[in-house]
């Protein structure tokens, strides 16, 4: 049985908006979103697969820190995915398109021990962060305000699990005994 498809909209396209923001100005302002898009899905993904194998004598407290943190990062993708369509854009899917438009690299599919699981996140929140504030002034300076005040929002959380996870790795947590 054939079953007809029709195309809304084409990925990597740009169409008029509900909000009137201007098309052109949606363009840049959809390649930087999908931009911290692909690199929170990205995060996501390593903070399910650390929730997944974590061990050790905290991996209890551990595990309820990856799975929130991992909740956020999801939540925090539909945020971004929604203002996409809202001005007229597309959002990416899929792994290759992740990879291919996340400013954040795989940390790939090996486990590695806590320590080095933890300093991983803490490099990958760092990027996004760092993403994350140049879209800010990016939104702003485009006259996007509505995104300039999403993109602060989502900051605020990601600095929040990098802190947490900083103290995670002070030296009085997780230190490797002799």
Do not use: C
């Amino acid at each position: 049985m054939s079953q007809q498809r029709q195309v809304l909209q084409q990925a990597g396209t740009v169409e008029g908006n509900a909000v009137r923001f201007d098309t052109e100005k949606a363009e840049q302002m959809v390649e930087a979103l999908n931009a911290d898009l692909s690199a929170t899905y990205v995060l996501y993904h390593q903070l399910r697969k650390h929730h997944w194998s974590v061990t050790g004598a905290q991996a209890g407290e551990l595990r309820r820190f990856f799975g929130d943190a991992s909740y956020d990062a999801e939540r925090h993708a539909d945020v971004l995915a929604r203002r996409i369509g809202a001005i007229g854009g597309v959002p990416v899917s899929g792994p290759a398109a992740f990879e291919r438009h996340s400013p954040v690299p795989f940390e790939g599919e090996d486990v590695y021990d806590v320590r080095t699981s933890l300093e991983n996140d803490l490099e990958a929140y760092g990027d996004l962060i760092e993403s994350v504030s140049s879209h800010i002034e990016f939104a702003e300076s485009l006259g996007d305000h509505a995104t300039g005040t999403l993109l602060r929002d989502l900051l605020l959380d990601l600095e929040s699990r990098a802190h947490a996870i900083d103290g995670f790795l002070a030296h009085d947590s997780l230190t490797l005994w002799e």
